[in-house]
């Protein structure tokens, strides 16, 4: 037998977009929906009776999550950072080397456009990353500045700068260093 009264959520769409869906495990489709409480009576809403949290509902499960689930990338824009991660990284290490073979005393790295460009393009992706991804970017970093030999103080202060923008410890970064330094490439 159906209830004869009580109160029902209406749903209204106000913006769609593509999210990661914890439900589903992947980039999805979103509606963005806003929700009004009402009194309903014979299975007719009729009376307000408030608003209900906005939600982010996956067009693929139909999952609802709270809106902070939008602050997590897709899994197209987490490969892009991780790319660009990856690449800065690299960058960074060979510009030091650049400076370095052409007879430079290195690069400050503590206040420069390098890294101020590690941390721009670092500081999206750390939250997103579990340790051991962190630990790998650093590494690998690590090898490159290894490439010519034992690292450099200006070699050493840009992969302290990486480490400091994928938010590992003091002793992590000399840690993984130690790792790189004693690891054959």
């Given amino acids: 037998m159906p209830h004869i009264w009580g109160v029902r959520t ?26 009004r409480h009402r009194f309903a009576l014979l299975g007719i809403p009729l009376l307000p009776r408030g608003t209900a949290e906005t939600v982010v509902e996956c067009a693929a ?5 709270r809106t902070d689930v939008l602050g997590h990338p897709t899994t197209t824009r987490f490969s892009a950072m991780l790319r660009d991660a990856v690449h800065t990284v690299a ?3 060979l510009a030091v080397l650049a400076v370095l073979a052409a007879g430079n005393e290195g690069i400050d790295g503590s206040g420069t456009a390098l890294t ?9 992706l ?6 051991a991804g962190s630990e790998d970017i650093r590494l690998q970093g690590a090898r ?5 030999g034992p690292y450099t103080p200006s070699e050493h202060q840009t992969l302290a ?5 994928l938010l590992l410890s003091h002793a992590d970064t000399e840690r993984l260093l130690a790792i790189a330094a004693r690891t054959p490439s």
């Fill in 10 to 35: 209406t749903w209204r769409t106000v913006g769609d977009g593509e999210f990661f869906c914890p439900g589903c495990g992947g980039g999805r489709s979103y509606l963005r929906r806003i929700g």
């Fill in 61 to 65: 499960c139909r999952t609802c999550f």
């Fill in 91 to 93: 960058l960074a290490v």
């Fill in 116 to 124: 101020i460009e590690l941390h721009e393009v670092l500081d999206p």
């Fill in 126 to 131: 750390a939250p997103h990353l579990a340790p």
């Fill in 144 to 148: 490159i500045a290894l490439a010519d």
């Fill in 161 to 165: 700068a990486v480490g400091r923008a």
